[in-house]
C-alpha cells in the first residue's frame, strides 16, 4: 500500500466529520504501535515527524520504517514533517518520501508567513505533495517549538482566507486554545477552547480542513501513575477529550497527538522495570512501549476521532 498526500483523506473526513489522528514517531515501537492500532481499527492515519525526531534517528530511518509499516499492514496512511521550519527541511523530506509537510511561518509577519508558504508549496504541488500552512502561535514547548504565554496568538478569522488564497495551502493550523508540551493549562485554569474562532473561520473558509495542534489530553490517571514512580510531570493537564470530539465534528480534519504517546511509553517502561527487576533485555521494556502506545492509538481512534472503520485494508499474503 502506497503512503498518499493528504488531500483524499481530508475530502472524506470533513464531508463525513471526523478527524485523522496526526501521530508523532520517533522509533520503530512508535511506527508499529500506531500502525497495528489502525489496522486493527480500520482507521486511516498520518505518521508524523518533527524535526525533533528528524535529528534523533534520521529522515531516512523514519521514512523507511513507516513506509515497510505501511506495506505491511496495508493500512492507509500520509507521512508528514510536523513544523517543518524552513523550505529546506520541507524539501529533503519531500526527496526521502514524505507526503506532505507543514511549513511553520507563524512566527513570522504575516506577508512573511505567505512568502514562505507559498514557496513551499509551489515545490510540494510539482511532486504532489500536500501543504499545511500555520495562523497564530500556540503557547508551550514541544521540541524546537517554544512559545511562552505572553507571545501566543489566536488566530485571526480575518487572515485566514487571504492566507489560503495566497499560498494554495490544503490545510490550515489554527490557534485557538490547544497547546504545545505537557502542561496546556494552568492548574487552576478551566481548559478553555475558543470554538466561536472555529465557528468563524468555518464560514469564512468551507469545505476547508482545519488542524489542530497541541491536542493530548493528557490522562490524569497516567499521570498520577508517573508521579509514583518518580517521574516530574508536575500539574501536567490536557485537552478534554469531548472538546476534541466537538472539534472533529466540525471542520477539525487532522488533530496532533505526541505528548499522549510520550506519557504511555515512559509509563510502560517504568513499570516494567518495576515488576521485572531481573529482566534487562531492552526487548522486554520496548516491547511493553510498543503494546502500550498501540492501545493508546486505538482508544484515541474510538473515543475521541471518530476515524474507525472509515477505509478498507488491503490483504497482506
Do not use: W
Amino acid at each position: 500500500m502506497p503512503l498518499i498526500n493528504t488531500k483524499f483523506m481530508f475530502k472524506k473526513a470533513y464531508v463525513e466529520h471526523y478527524a485523522i489522528g496526526a501521530f508523532n514517531v520517533c522509533n520503530m515501537e512508535t511506527v508499529q504501535g500506531i500502525a497495528l492500532a489502525c489496522k486493527e481499527t480500520q482507521s486511516p492515519v498520518i505518521f508524523q515527524v518533527s524535526p525533533g525526531a528528524q535529528k534523533y534517528a534520521g529522515i531516512k530511518y523514519l521514512a523507511n520504517l513507516v513506509k515497510i509499516a505501511v506495506d505491511e499492514t496495508g493500512i492507509e496512511a500520509a507521512l508528514h514533517i510536523d513544523h517543518g521550519n524552513s523550505f529546506e527541511l520541507c524539501k529533503m523530506c519531500i526527496e526521502n518520501g514524505f507526503t506532505s509537510v507543514m511549513i511553520d511561518g507563524s512566527s513570522l509577519p504575516f506577508y512573511e508567513n505567505i512568502e514562505l508558504t507559498k514557496k513551499v508549496v509551489e515545490y510540494a504541488k510539482r511532486k504532489n505533495v500536500s501543504v499545511e500552512g500555520e495562523l497564530g502561535r500556540l503557547q508551550g514547548i514541544e521540541d524546537h517549538v517554544e512559545c511562552p504565554y505572553e507571545h501566543s496568538l489566536f488566530t485571526d478569522p480575518d487572515q485566514v482566507k487571504e492566507f489560503v488564497q495566497k499560498t494554495g495551502v490544503d490545510s490550515l493550523a489554527i490557534a485557538i486554545g490547544t497547546s504545545h508540551g505537557l502542561n496546556k493549562f494552568g492548574p487552576n485554569t478551566v481548559p478553555d477552547l475558543k470554538f466561536d474562532i472555529l465557528e468563524k473561520i468555518e464560514k469564512i473558509l468551507p469545505d476547508f480542513p482545519i488542524v489542530l495542534h497541541g491536542a493530548s489530553s493528557v490522562n490524569q490517571e497516567t499521570v498520577n501513575k508517573l508521579l509514583k514512580f518518580g517521574v516530574k510531570v508536575g500539574n501536567a493537564k490536557g485537552v478534554p477529550e469531548e472538546m476534541l470530539c466537538r472539534a472533529a465534528k466540525m471542520s477539525v480534519c487532522k488533530i496532533n497527538i505526541d505528548s499522549d504517546l510520550r506519557l504511555a511509553t515512559t509509563l510502560a517502561i517504568k513499570k516494567f522495570m518495576a515488576e521485572n527487576p531481573e529482566k534487562f533485555d531492552p526487548r522486554g521494556y520496548f516491547g511493553a512501549a510498543r503494546s502500550a502506545i498501540c492501545d493508546l492509538v486505538k482508544a484515541k481512534i474510538l473515543n475521541v476521532l471518530g476515524s474507525f472503520k472509515k477505509f478498507e485494508p488491503i490483504s497482506i499474503d
